[in-house]
C-alpha cells in the first residue's frame, strides 16, 4: 500500500521566515510527487516532480525531489500571510492516475 | 474551462436520509476521482473512473456509499441512509488523459449529517 507521510503537521511563523516543509514516501512503480496548496476550499496544483534533484520553482516557492531517499521538500521563502494554508503531497503510481495523499502541514504566517 | 464543478456546495441533513453528491468534470478529462476529506484522516481516495469505468473502488467505506459514471460529463455519490461520521468535505477531481498524475479539484461538497 502506498505511504505518504508529512511533517512537521503544522507550523506557525512569522512574515518574512523561510520554511521547509518535508514529505517522505513509499509507493510501488512511482511515477509523480506532486505538492498541493489547500486554503479555504479545493487544493490548488503547485509542482509535479519526477526526476530527483532538479528543482521545480515558482516564484517565493521551490520544490526538490530525491527518488533514492524517497522524500521530496518544499521551501517557502519570505513568507507572507497569503502562504498560510495546508500544503499537501501526494505520491503518483505507474498503475493508474490515482493519488496518494499525505496528511498535509498546516502552516500559518503571522504577520 | 469552467474546472470541475461540484453541486451541492453545502448540505445539512438529518442522519438516515439519502444523500447524493454532483459532479462534472473538466471537459476532455478521462478519469474522475471522489475524495473525502476530515480532520483526522486527511484527503482518502473513495473511487476512481477511467472512461466512465470503476477502476478502484477500495476506499468507498461500505455498502452505504456508491459511485456512478453515466456519462463523460457526470458523476454521483451517494450515501444512503448517512451517518454523522460521513461528514466531511467530499471533493471531486478529473485528470486529463496525458496529463500524468495532476488532478484538478473541484471545491467540493460540505456535508453534515445531524
Known amino acids: 500500500e502506498d505511504k505518504v507521510v508529512q511533517s512537521p503537521l503544522s507550523l506557525v511563523v512569522h512574515e518574512g521566515d523561510t520554511v521547509t516543509l518535508n514529505c517522505s514516501y513509499e509507493?510501488?512503480?512511482?511515477?509523480?510527487l506532486l505538492w498541493y496548496k489547500q486554503e479555504k476550499k479545493a487544493p490548488t496544483f503547485l509542482f509535479m516532480l519526477t526526476s530527483s534533484g532538479i528543482e521545480k520553482k515558482s516564484g517565493r516557492l521551490s520544490s526538490i525531489l530525491d527518488k533514492k531517499e524517497l522524500f521530496s521538500i518544499l521551501n517557502i521563502t519570505a513568507t507572507q500571510t497569503g502562504d498560510s494554508a495546508i500544503y499537501l503531497c501526494?505520491?503518483?503510481?505507474?498503475?493508474?492516475?490515482?493519488?496518494?495523499f499525505g496528511g498535509g502541514t498546516r502552516l500559518m504566517v503571522k504577520p | 474551462d469552467a474546472g470541475v464543478i461540484q453541486s451541492p456546495r453545502h448540505e445539512v441533513t438529518e442522519m438516515g436520509q439519502e444523500v447524493t453528491l454532483r459532479c462534472k468534470p473538466i471537459s476532455g478529462h478521462n478519469s474522475l476521482f471522489w475524495y473525502r476529506q476530515t480532520m483526522m484522516r486527511g484527503l482518502e481516495l473513495l473511487i476512481y473512473f477511467n472512461n466512465n469505468v470503476p477502476i478502484d473502488d477500495s476506499g468507498m467505506p461500505e455498502d452505504r456509499f456508491s459511485a456512478k459514471m453515466p456519462n463523460a460529463s457526470f458523476s454521483t455519490l451517494k450515501i444512503q441512509p448517512s451517518e454523522p461520521r460521513d461528514s466531511a468535505v467530499y471533493f471531486c477531481a478529473s485528470n486529463p488523459r496525458a496529463g500524468g498524475n495532476t488532478i484538478y479539484f473541484g471545491e467540493g461538497s460540505w456535508l453534515t449529517v445531524v
Open positions: 501526494a505520491v503518483g503510481n505507474n498503475a493508474g492516475n490515482m493519488l496518494t
Open positions: 509507493v510501488t512503480n512511482f511515477r509523480s
